[in-house]
């Protein structure tokens, strides 16, 4: 005997907990039932449908037939056909002529359904109700399945919060709740380290279905990350009254973002600080002390340039149009700061603005100059941000 108020509080925890709405786990029960039925009772070629009430548990199996006559199939299976002629052979399980069909119902057409009742089976055998058991646990963890990649592709280019399942391999293993993902190796920051049910947050680049199940891959060193932190501490971003225009970034160490305002009521760089830097402060914290320059963007590539080698001061900016190169001068105090620590910051500068930047300084000789240019980089692609680049 069914225990329905067991089955019904059963079905409502599914689809509160795991959102498989509950018409999925009726249908698999369904299949299930007929399933059963046709493993024990079943005939070649028969159709059979079920039909469960969750409230009475009462059980309904009919069996489907299909009107038919010489148009649509074969009656003779020696009878002679054309290779396009795909007509199945009759079967008195499947099909009922259509003259028979009209005595049962007088306005049913070829290719129609008749439906004819079946005695209900009251003694399933163990092998029967392993079988129901075995369908239901399939077709609720293929709706489950569903519901998660729905789910979580609605989720893909956003901040995913979980906690460290388990570390393998140098990859982190993220608990997100209904399913796990993974943070390779390569899309960590570096120099961080992560503890077993420790919480972290990551940015959601990839979800994919694969053989194996559903793919959910998270990364901390793309520049999307940074950028989605900032929407999430700055309104502005959201409403759309200030746009981050592009993102350079070496993970772990060092990122430049030019930001434009869309109102001219807001500063864009100081709604990105925010009051006392606690907006910026607080990115720079999830980070775990990454420094983040904060630029005004301009459609004037001499400002935008000169605006993305700060905290150097620029004298003046020389653009190339044709080879797409800026040669920058500055003065010899400034050349140090402009180059920065490895030639980090003249590399980020290039790799914002997507153009080759030389820095030169009339106290130091042309050949000693530094000059960096934009290299194609798909990690380091956001929205409209340049490619990676590296000295030259």
């Known amino acids: 005997m069914i225990d329905l108020k067991a089955l019904n509080a059963a079905l409502s925890e599914l689809e509160e907990e795991r959102h498989i709405p509950r018409e999925k786990i009726t249908e698999a029960i369904n299949d299930a039932l007929v399933a ?21 548990g009462a059980i ?3 069996q489907v037939k299909i009107a038919v006559d010489g148009t649509t199939v074969r009656f003779d299976e020696e009878e002679p056909r054309d290779d396009a002629d795909e007509r199945p052979l009759f079967n008195e399980e499947h099909h009922i002529l259509i003259d028979d069909a009209k005595k049962i119902k007088k306005d049913i057409q070829v290719s129609e359904e008749l439906i004819f009742p079946l005695e209900t089976k009251d003694d399933y055998g163990r092998i029967a109700a392993q079988t129901a058991k075995q369908v239901i646990i399939q077709r609720i963890r293929e709706a489950e399945k569903v519901s998660i990649l729905d789910e979580y592709a609605e989720k893909e280019g956003e901040i ?19 399913t796990t993902a993974i943070l390779p190796y390569e899309e960590q920051i570096p120099g961080e380290f992560y503890r077993q049910g420790e919480r972290i947050r ?3 680049y990839l979800v ?8 959910l891959k998270l990364s901390r060193s793309h520049p ?3 950028e989605q932190l900032f929407a999430m501490e700055a309104p502005e971003i959201g409403s759309g009254a200030v746009e981050i225009k592009a993102v350079a970034r070496e993970a772990g160490s060092r990122t430049k973002i030019a930001v434009t305002s869309h109102d001219n009521s807001i500063d864009p760089v100081g709604s990105m600080v925010g009051q006392r830097g606690s907006r910026v402060n607080t ?33 003046d900016v020389t653009l190339n149009e044709d080879e797409h190169q800026a040669t920058v001068d500055v003065s010899a105090d400034q050349f140090s700061l402009a180059v920065g620590k490895g030639g980090q910051n ?3 500068a290039a790799k914002l603005t997507g153009w080759k930047i030389n820095i030169t300084t009339p106290e130091i000789p042309e050949d000693l100059a530094v000059k960096l240019e934009p290299e194609a980089s798909a990690e380091s692609e956001i929205a409209d941000a340049p490619p990676e680049t590296e000295t030259s």
Do not use: C, H
């Not at 493993?39 to 070629?45: E, Q, V």
């Not at 159709?47 to 009430?53: C, E, H, L, S």
């Not at 995913?160 to 209904?178: P, Y």
């Not at 775990?288 to 963007?297: A, L, R």
């Open 346 to 348: 003249v590399r980020l």
């Open 208 to 215: 994919e279905d694969t053989p194996r199940g559903i793919a």
């Open 36 to 56: 059963a039925y046709k493993k024990d009772y079943g005939k070649k070629g028969q159709i059979v449908r079920a039909n469960f009430d969750l409230n009475t």
């Open 60 to 62: 309904e199996f009919n």
């Open 160 to 178: 995913a919060s979980g906690k460290v399942q388990k570390i393998e391999r140098g990859n982190v293993f993220v608990d997100l709740g209904r």
């Open 202 to 204: 990551a940015y959601l």
């Open 224 to 226: 999307k990350f940074v």
């Open 283 to 315: 990115v720079i914290a999830e980070l775990g002390g990454e420094k983040i320059d904060i630029i005004e963007w301009s459609d004037n590539m001499s400002m935008f340039i000169t605006n993305s080698l700060s905290p150097a001061k620029v004298n």
